[in-house]
């Protein structure tokens, strides 16, 4: 028997205790894991046997928990759409931005409930802070209004997810973009491995046209891991250009340096107040994680 030969797949579902393997043959075949075992939806894997692989990642996306612990929700992911709608909390957008290029991925924004009235005045700021310097998709999940230049972004071979605060409309989204969802959802539910019932924790699914989404359920807030204080100065949204080629220091952290463009910007308007308070929060949390690093070192 051929068990022992080698064969490449992509990790679609995780279980727990069993991951969901699509091998490159076009089969699909679950395999046990250990629990904790670090295996994610989006790891490309060589299954010999019963014994997975894990070949190397080019992305790494984690949430962190209410205590601030790290956790891995996939990887290989190419692009995140951060999901906004009226009431979505100021500073969400920046802090997922930032954790968004920190782990590999590009971003991008996705105003949802644009059917709203509401939405109007969210709708504009979203478009003159970030419309030059992020893709942004304004649309509605529940009208399908707008649904489709996302789909056609998605379907340039893009491997995404969605984040965004409760409510925002994030499950509606990929329903709507992934038709066969909730059936999906009903039938992987259902399997029965050891003979308990499994929930899945997180899955890939393909698009109808092209691309892939990973729904990340439970994902609420972001794990800022190995993150340095330049990384963040030139990842903070709108910040690129001025730290490379304004500020007087080129290792300026935007805080009380003479000669900083970043707060000329904000003294002029060009910044809001409000995003280099939300720019400051973070950068005391990553100073923070320098120094408890320093510490152990
Ligand atoms: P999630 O928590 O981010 O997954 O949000 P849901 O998809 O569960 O949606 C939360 C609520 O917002 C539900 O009542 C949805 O019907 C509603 N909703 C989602 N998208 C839209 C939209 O485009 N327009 C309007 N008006 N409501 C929406
Ligand atoms: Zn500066």
């Known amino acids: 028997q051929g068990n022992d030969t080698a064969e490449n797949g992509l990790i679609v579902s ?118 030059a310097i992020l893709p942004l998709f304004t649309l509605s999940a529940v009208t399908g209004a707008g649904i489709e230049p996302l789909r056609d972004f998605l379907r340039q071979g893009h491997r995404g997810a969605f984040v965004g605060t409760t409510g925002v409309g994030k499950s509606s989204l990929m329903n709507a973009l992934c038709p066969e969802l909730n059936l999906k959802v009903g039938e992987l539910s259902d399997y029965n491995w050891t003979g308990r019932h499994t929930t899945t924790v997180s899955s890939l699914h393909a698009l109808p046209g092209g691309g892939e989404l990973v729904d990340t359920p439970g994902f609420r807030d972001f794990g800022l891991v190995d993150i340095t204080v330049s990384e963040l100065a030139a990842w903070f949204p709108g910040f690129e250009a001025l730290k490379d080629h304004r500020c007087r220091f080129n290792d300026c952290r935007h805080r009380r340096e003479p000669g900083c463009a970043v707060r000329d910007e904000v003294g002029s308007g060009g910044i809001s107040e409000e995003r280099y308070q939300t720019y400051l929060v973070l950068l005391g949390e990553v100073e923070a994680l320098e120094e408890a690093a320093q510490r152990r070192n």
């Not at 991951?19 to 043959?25: G, S």
């Not at 759409?81 to 954790?99: I, Q, Y």
């Open 14 to 131: 995780h279980f727990g205790v069993a991951v969901e393997v699509l091998f490159e043959t076009g089969e699909r075949r679950m395999v046990k894991v250990k629990r904790n075992s670090g295996h994610v939806v989006g790891d490309q894997v060589t299954v010999v046997g019963e014994v997975l692989h894990r070949r190397a990642r080019r992305t790494e996306l984690s949430r962190r928990d209410a205590r601030g612990g790290i956790h891995l929700v996939a990887a290989n992911l190419d692009v995140l759409g951060v999901v906004l709608a009226p009431g979505t909390p100021s500073g969400f957008l920046d802090r997922a931005v930032v954790a968004a290029r920190a782990a590999g991925l590009s971003p991008f924004v996705v105003l949802n409930k644009c059917d709203l009235p509401e939405s109007e005045e969210l709708g504009a700021m979203i478009g003159s802070v970030y419309g």
